[in-house]
């Protein structure tokens, strides 16, 4: 089979759909993944990432829909294609890391290579690599039983990897870590992810261990897909209020495009509490003049300034401050709306000060609601 | 390029044809099983039902369809009073149970009484003794003439007559009380001992006292599991077969177990009236069972979380030692005096009440005991080898079965899942004689009727549920995502469930197996309706003698078994927690 057949594309996803009882899990959703790619599904619970990701594990059965790895069918209703889970040569990564409690570290990890039936000396040697690789040198010989938590997070990757599968996948693997372990854990899997080179899917709701790790993002809600691509892009250009709102901090008010111009900006028209302002932003995504839309911009965007600033702005009063050492969170109250705004500490905003809020237009975006 | 991405060692893609799919192994297997064990649980019952509505007429030649068994069954002076007798019976059982059960629960597990470690273990020796045994040996105790204890108080203190009499309707209470005492104790001192202190510790920081904390708070969240033992109580004493029919039929006391047994093989046998007196005994206890399975035991609070806690112990003071003596009274009534009493009846060449030293001999386990002496009689030593190859081979064949059934309810979903568990409820919720009599009129035509298979069909059918739940409770704490990891690392379901499961689920498997071995061991009230010349148990051994032969015979025998419980409630211990009894 041809590269140029699968479009350079290595694991493609085509219209999956998933029910559990009368509830639509997975609705109908279509992605791929070019090889060596780190893609992560990003969403709250319930949005069906990880349904979507049994199902390309082979341990859920979707109800229609074709998986397709490496150009090799692995699940196809229409064709009647199943490939049994085991068949796939994927490794995982799960949410319990699921360790067997009753094998050593080293019997963990070998496992998938007994089962493949691969002779003793050689199973040593790619054992013993791998526990390098990990950085599990200290862990040969004990109990699986005595491993900590990043410990037996090291020990199932270093299962999931041991085979050289085609594809890697993760279902949230370091929700259960503490803050401290989560953000080493996160360079580390990134570092040997891009080590060894396999293809990833990588599950989580925690929408910075997104942004730090992947190549691709696709944020979910309830079954479909709402937005896909770049960390960064999905960051700046959020395409909807669902995305910018899930995506790190955003003030978000409702508008109406009121003019657009050829060079992606526009203006958008927002009425609060009696007052009506027209504010220059970015245009995103599907909207045209006259759409409803919502008006997306991150606290770090907003200022809060004591002198009446050029062109549009609010006045306002400040309402909270919360003072977090690098930067200085406050709140601003504008007519029925407030301002969620990230202040220097040199500027010394207090509560009950009168401010006026001016929003930065090149990072001011109008997204659909 | 070519995008085969498999490592050279590993043949992938193997283009699949649909119906492939159909045949894989978890399909196999699980729809084996689950069909064995719909056609095991379901058919006997509805022959049961069909054949209640049979009537056979005056020369019991000849059936013809109609409710004349089921009028009979009102009508019928004998079988309403055995029904009468029955409710009568598992009230004051229940009564008797619950209340000892409660109060050596709570001794042991909330109050300073001393030694209590050392007495646990022996409280819950009756739970794996025969209670067709205990009343033999109650009989030999104190039944009116021969009864050791009514003799020592003749003696000793010069009474006439008798000051005991367990040959009633009050004996049979008594026996079947404490034997299933057990019951009891193990739902609530559970429930005990898993209970948050805190719960209690808030309820001292508001100004309750001792006692209203006790019965404010304690008691409210015990009383499900003290009902649910109530309710296990209640239905098995109904079913409880050995115990009426030592201390009541001859006596005239009839209850429906025993109008059960003389419909299916006494000389007025009557199959079809038979299974409607069933039917209504096993719509009683299936009643119960369902009100405990569904109303009941998902309001046991605290055993929702699971935790080991350390619970708060209550100081006695002197009173400590009024319960260590109430402990030590109930371990004397049902475990010490009677196999003390049987090993003394024993020794006698005939059985008059009195120890007699100069006579003391052991012809009589030669007669009952040693299957390899002259004396012999063989339709009580044939039980020994038959109840050890069916316990053996039983215990192995329902564990399989409750491995295969437990993955089912708990790793797959949909209909079938929902539906074996409501099968493995089944067989709980009838009386094992009751079953017994379905399978009878199943299989009677078969060739399987006469053999042991017939009352290994029986046994698994009835008692696998229990090595289920212990298995069921382990894999509930056991993650599905071990299994579903074995699945990714390239093992097939065969492989996993073999280096994995099982292997994670293996202190259950043995908790299983053993309890399983050690019902077969006593089993009595399926093996009464079953056997055949040839195919007796230990149990029905003992029910031979008792009938046929005499009580110091009966008492050889009996001693024999309950030794051989014993050792296994020896290796239960090591292997198992208490935990796994609950059934």
């Not at chain 1, 319990?96 to 199973?123: C, D, F």
């Not at chain 2, 003749?154 to 019951?183: A, C, K, M, Q």
């Amino acid at each position: 089979m041809n590269q140029s057949e699968t479009n350079g594309q290595y694991l493609e996803i085509n219209n999956l759909v998933k029910y559990f009882g009368d509830d639509r899990a997975v609705d109908g959703i279509s992605f791929s993944v070019p090889e060596g790619k780190f893609l992560t599904l990003l969403g709250p619970s319930g949005c069906g990432k990880t349904t979507t990701l049994m199902c390309i594990a082979g341990l859920l059965k979707p109800d229609s829909g074709e998986i397709t790895v490496g150009g090799a069918s692995f699940t196809s209703t229409e064709k009647k294609i199943f490939l049994a889970p085991e068949k796939r040569d994927i490794g995982m990564v799960f949410q319990s890391y699921a360790i067997w409690p009753h094998m050593t570290v080293e019997k963990n990890i070998s496992y998938p290579l007994e089962i493949r039936k691969i002779n003793a000396s050689e199973i040593d040697d790619r054992v013993m690599e791998i526990i390098r690789l990990v950085g599990l040198e200290d862990m040969v010989g004990k109990d699986a039983t005595q491993l900590s938590g990043g410990q037996q997070q090291r020990t199932a990757l270093a299962r999931a990897i041991v085979c050289r599968p085609s594809l890697l996948l993760f279902d949230e693997p370091l929700s259960n870590l503490d803050l401290k372990l989560r953000e080493r854990m996160r360079i580390e899997l990134k570092r040997i992810q891009h080590e060894i080179g396999i293809t990833s899917v990588y599950v989580t709701h925690d929408q910075a261990e997104a942004l730090v790790m992947s190549d691709e993002i696709i944020v979910m809600s309830k079954g479909h897909i709402e937005q896909t691509g770049g960390p960064h892009a999905i960051y700046a250009r959020p395409a909807n209020r669902y995305v910018s709102n899930f995506i790190g901090i955003a003030n978000l008010i409702a508008g109406k495009i009121a003019r657009t111009t050829d060079s992606g900006r526009a203006e958008i028209e927002v009425v609060q509490g009696g007052e009506r302002l027209i504010l220059p932003c970015l245009l995103g995504e599907g909207l045209k003049t006259g759409d409803d839309a919502f008006l997306s911009v991150r606290p770090e965007n907003v200022h809060a300034v004591r002198e009446r600033p050029e062109g549009p702005s609010m006045e306002g009063e400040v309402i909270q401050t919360v003072f977090l050492g690098n930067h200085l969170d406050c709140r601003v109250r504008w007519q029925d709306f407030e301002w969620k705004v990230q202040a220097h500490p040199r500027e010394r905003l207090r509560e009950g000060e009168s401010v006026f809020v001016r929003l930065d237009a090149d990072h001011t975006l109008a997204v659909q609601p | 390029m070519t995008t085969e991405a498999a490592p050279p060692e590993f043949d992938l893609h193997t283009p699949q044809k649909w119906w492939q799919g159909l045949f894989t192994q978890e399909r196999i297997a699980t729809t084996f099983v689950s069909l064995v064990v719909a056609i095991a649980v379901i058919l006997p019952l509805i022959t049961l039902v069909v054949s209640s509505f049979l009537v056979l007429d005056d020369l019991g030649f000849d059936t013809e369809w109609g409710l004349e068994n089921y009028r009979e069954l009102f009508g019928d002076r004998l079988i309403r009073k055995a029904f009468v007798n029955t409710l009568m019976i598992s009230s004051g059982t229940t009564i008797l149970a619950t209340f000892l059960g409660v109060s050596l629960a709570w001794i042991n597990a909330r109050t300073n009484c001393p030694w209590r470690e050392s007495l646990e273990p022996f409280n819950l020796i009756p739970f794996f003794m025969s209670p067709f045994v205990g009343a033999i040996a109650w009989h030999n105790l104190a039944s009116p003439k021969v009864g050791l204890l009514n003799n020592l108080a003749r003696s000793l203190f010069g009474i006439e007559g008798h000051i005991l009499n367990v040959d009633n309707i009050y004996g049979i209470i008594w026996v079947t009380g404490i034997f299933f005492t057990p019951l009891v104790y193990l739902f609530v001192i559970g429930s005990l001992r898993r209970m948050d202190p805190s719960l209690e510790d808030s309820a001292r920081t508001t100004g309750a006292g001792l006692i209203t904390t006790t019965m404010r708070i304690t008691l409210p969240l015990v009383t499900p599991a003290i009902l649910s033992g109530a309710i296990i109580v209640f239905v098995t004493s109904a079913g409880e077969f050995g115990v009426p029919f030592k201390l009541g039929t001859p006596y005239g006391v009839e209850t429906l177990t025993t109008q059960i047994f003389t419909k299916a093989v006494g000389d007025d046998a009557n199959h079809y009236l038979g299974a409607a007196i069933s039917m209504s005994l096993g719509i009683i206890t299936g009643l119960f069972i369902w009100i405990q399975r569904r109303v009941i035991a998902p309001r046991e609070y605290t055993t929702v979380t699971g935790k080991g806690f350390r619970p708060n112990i209550i100081d006695l003071g002197k009173w400590k030692w009024a319960a260590l003596g109430f402990n030590l009274f109930y371990i004397f009534v049902a475990v010490f005096i009677p196999l003390i009493c049987l090993f003394i009846v024993s020794l006698h060449p005939v059985w008059e009440g009195r120890i007699i030293v100069e006579d003391f001999t052991i012809i009589n386990y030669q007669k009952a005991v040693f299957w390899w002496s002259p004396e012999a009689i063989e339709s009580a030593t044939n039980g020994i080898g038959n109840s050890i190859f069916l316990a053996l081979t039983g215990a192995t064949i329902a564990m399989f079965l409750a491995i295969i059934v437990s993955y089912m309810i708990h790793r797959t979903k949909g209909m079938g899942s929902r539906l074996l568990d409501y099968l493995c409820l089944i067989p709980i919720g009838f009386p094992g004689i009751v079953l017994a009599m379905g399978v009878l009129i199943t299989y009677i035509q078969t060739p399987i009727y006469a053999t042991l298979w017939i009352l290994m069909l029986g046994y698994i059918t009835r008692f696998f549920p229990y090595g289920q739940r212990n298995i069921s409770s382990i894999m509930m704490a056991v993650s599905e995502e071990l299994d579903q990891s074995s699945r990714m690392a390239g093992a097939t379901w065969m492989t996993t469930l073999w280096r994995i499961t099982i292997p994670l689920l293996k202190p259950g498997i043995f908790a299983g197996w053993i309890l399983l071995f050690v019902i077969f061991l006593r089993e009595l009230s399926i093996s009464i309706i079953l056997y055949t010349a040839g195919t007796e148990t230990l149990s029905v051994g003992v029910y031979y003698l008792s009938n046929f032969e005499n009580e110091p015979m009966t008492a050889a025998l009996s001693l024999a078994q309950s030794l051989l419980l014993l050792a296994c409630v020896v290796v239960f211990r090591r292997i198992a927690g208490r935990e796994a009894l609950t059934a």
